[in-house]
T-cell receptor, first 112, second 113 residues
Framework: QKEVEQNSGPLSVPEGAIASLNCTYS??????FFWYRQYSGKSPELIMS????GDKEDGRFTAQLNKASQYVSLLIRDSQPSDSATYLC????????????FGTGTRLLVSP | DAMVIQNPRYQVTQFGKPVTLSCSQT?????MYWYQQKSSQAPKLLFH???????NEADTPDNFQSRRPNTSFCFLDIRSPGLGDAAMYLC????????????FGPGTRLTVT
């Protein structure tokens, strides 16, 4: 079992729709969860972080965390073509040095 | 603006010819990381420095070395690049080891001919 699993996609949504990106992880010790956006040929950019169960909203982005189910998701409302990118999920432990463990990412395509 | 800078952005080297990639940061962060990312794969941590303390990942090949002469700069040395080392190399920083956020540089795309 991979440490972090994401559907590679592509996930295709029309402009204005809600995009839902999902991630499961195997390490129950993970306490912090990050979503990075990576445009083709570019480096990852942190867009959301979540530490507690429930929802966290930031503009058009909502992160959802369920530690019991070891599941974290990212919702993008009113999707725009500029949101087309690969979204990487990265859990992190909370004791000592715990490295980020990235998933392979979900490629999102938003069509005009 | 505080940032992470990587040079060069694109590097072409020959099979077996040593190459050095550089990273600098103006964030004054204590931790610097090097990741390798191959096409359609997740970034893979190679090693990190906490201040001057070097920490190698267990599965990082011996062919990869790193130097951090001061807080601002960190170098990745590939002693004898193979075709399989062609990848994007990403430098990242964080304030300390327990910091929640890592800040990435733009990356260096390495081609091995």
């Amino acid at each position: 079992q991979k440490e972090v699993e994401q559907n590679s996609g592509p996930l295709s949504v029309p402009e204005g729709a809600i995009a839902s990106l999902n991630c499961t992880y195997s390490d129950r010790g993970s306490q912090s969860f990050f979503w990075y956006r990576q445009y083709s040929g570019k480096s990852p950019e942190l867009i959301m972080s979540i530490y507690s169960n429930g929802d966290k909203e930031d503009g058009r982005f909502t992160a959802q965390l369920n530690k019991a189910s070891q599941y974290v998701s990212l919702l993008i409302r009113d999707s725009q073509p500029s949101d087309s990118a690969t979204y990487l999920c990265a859990p992190k432990g909370n004791t000592g040095f715990q490295k980020l463990v990235f998933g392979t990412g979900t490629r999102l395509l938003v069509s005009p | 603006d505080a940032m992470v800078i990587q040079n060069p952005r694109y590097q072409v080297t020959q099979f077996g010819k040593p190459v050095t990639l550089s990273c600098s940061q103006t964030l004054n962060h204590n931790v610097m990381y090097w990741y390798q990312q191959k096409s359609s794969q997740a970034p893979k941590l190679l090693f990190h420095y906490y201040d001057k303390d070097f920490n190698n990942e267990a599965d990082t090949p011996d062919n990869f070395q790193s130097r951090r002469p001061n807080t601002s700069f960190c170098f990745l040395d590939i002693r004898s690049p193979g075709l399989g080392d062609a990848a994007m190399y990403l430098c990242a920083t964080s304030r300390d080891l327990r910091s929640y956020e890592q800040y990435f540089g733009p990356g260096t795309r390495l081609t091995v001919t």
